[in-house]
């Protein structure tokens, strides 16, 4: 089986002090075949991820790795883009000259305030409207190749609001996942939850897998969305399991944004 680790962050990251040469060395340890960096990313100057990531040193430390690493470990360029549905012009124009093999698209932001404080007193029900229709509109307008921790608002709202039931918003998430593979963009599993004590399971969850699957989707990436060298790849054997479980074939790559899929073989 080939194992891929799409979703993991550096010290390229505001919020990340993991060296990339460390995460590599770690992931080769750990049998991974293939990872991608997808370093945070935004042009909205209120938002906290504007302003730190250096492309120049971010390629630099790209290149780096590939030549130390050739043969041992795939290392893809990749990035996460912050609400990418808005400042679209801006967007393109600064990532128009980049060599990217990957973009994920997330939403941890509504109306520039954070996830954490937009819940504010609002009902449950409100709070994963909110989100779920603001996904809805990344998924329809944004220029990204994979949705990343679709049900993330999940992640903060847990401990004060609860988890969201799937029967309650099966029209958006319907919505939301029909709009992703019209566009053919795809989800990933996202197993940052798993080892979070308050979270205890994946973004997203098993039904929405399911659902996507059911409704035409192929292509998921496996990410473990670290921000740390030690969880490379953490819970990616839960991952693939869960991909088959939902009638997955295949688990998917990118080179220059030109998807690959590898067979599922657990």
Same mark, same amino acid.
């Given at each position: #089986?080939?194992?891929?680790?799409?979703?993991?962050?550096?010290?390229? /990251?505001?919020? /990340?002090?993991?060296?990339?040469?460390?995460?590599?060395?770690?992931?080769?340890?750990?049998?991974?075949?293939?990872?991608?960096?997808?370093?945070?990313?935004?042009v909205n100057p209120n938002?906290?991820?504007?302003?730190?990531?250096?492309?120049?040193?971010?390629?630099?430390?790209?290149?780096?790795?590939?030549?130390?690493?050739?043969?041992?470990?795939?290392?893809?360029?990749?990035?996460?883009?912050?609400?990418?549905?808005l400042m679209k012009d801006?967007?393109?124009?600064?990532?128009?000259?980049?060599?990217?093999?990957?973009?994920?698209?997330?939403?941890?932001?509504?109306d520039e305030i954070k996830?954490?404080?937009? #819940?504010?007193?609002?009902?449950?029900?409100?709070?994963?409207?909110?989100?779920?229709?603001?996904?809805?509109?990344?998924?329809?307008?944004?220029?990204?190749?994979?949705?990343?921790?679709?049900?993330?608002?999940?992640?903060?709202?847990?401990?004060?609001?609860?988890?969201?039931?799937?029967?309650?918003?099966?029209?958006?998430?319907?919505?939301?996942?029909?709009?992703?593979?019209?566009?053919?963009?795809?989800?990933?599993?996202?197993?940052?939850?798993?080892?979070?004590?308050?979270?205890?399971?994946?973004?997203?969850?098993?039904?929405?897998?399911?659902?996507?699957?059911?409704?035409?989707?192929?292509?998921?990436?496996?990410?473990?969305?670290?921000?740390?060298?030690?969880?490379?790849?953490?819970?990616?054997?839960?991952?693939?399991?869960?991909?088959?479980?939902?009638?997955?074939?295949?688990?998917?790559?990118?080179?220059?944004?030109?998807?690959?899929?590898?067979?599922?073989?657990?």
């Amino acid at each position: #089986m080939y194992l891929t680790e799409y979703h993991h962050h550096t010290d390229n /990251s505001f919020d /990340s002090k993991a060296r990339m040469e460390d995460v590599c060395a770690e992931a080769v340890k750990r049998g991974i075949d293939e990872i991608c960096f997808t370093e945070h990313f935004s042009v909205n100057p209120n938002l906290p991820t504007y302003g730190h990531l250096d492309f120049e040193q971010y390629f630099s430390q790209i290149h780096h790795v590939q030549d130390k690493y050739r043969g041992r470990l795939v290392i893809k360029a990749g990035i996460e883009l912050c609400e990418p549905h808005l400042m679209k012009d801006e967007y393109k124009q600064a990532l128009q000259e980049l060599e990217l093999d990957f973009i994920l698209g997330s939403v941890h932001n509504i109306d520039e305030i954070k996830l954490r404080k937009y #819940m504010g007193d609002k009902k449950p029900f409100e709070v994963y409207h909110d989100y779920f229709t603001e996904v809805y509109k990344l998924v329809s307008e944004a220029d990204i190749d994979v949705i990343a921790h679709l049900d993330l608002m999940k992640r903060y709202a847990m401990e004060s609001k609860g988890n969201y039931q799937f029967d309650d918003f099966n029209e958006i998430l319907e919505a939301i996942l029909r709009k992703a593979v019209e566009r053919g963009i795809g989800i990933e599993i996202n197993t940052s939850g798993i080892s979070n004590m308050k979270v205890n399971e994946p973004f997203p969850t098993q039904s929405i897998l399911k659902l996507y699957k059911s409704l035409g989707g192929e292509i998921l990436t496996i990410g473990s969305d670290s921000h740390r060298v030690e969880t490379v790849g953490s819970n990616l054997d839960e991952a693939l399991k869960m991909a088959k479980a939902a009638g997955f074939r295949y688990i998917h790559t990118f080179k220059k944004r030109k998807v690959h899929g590898w067979p599922l073989q657990i």
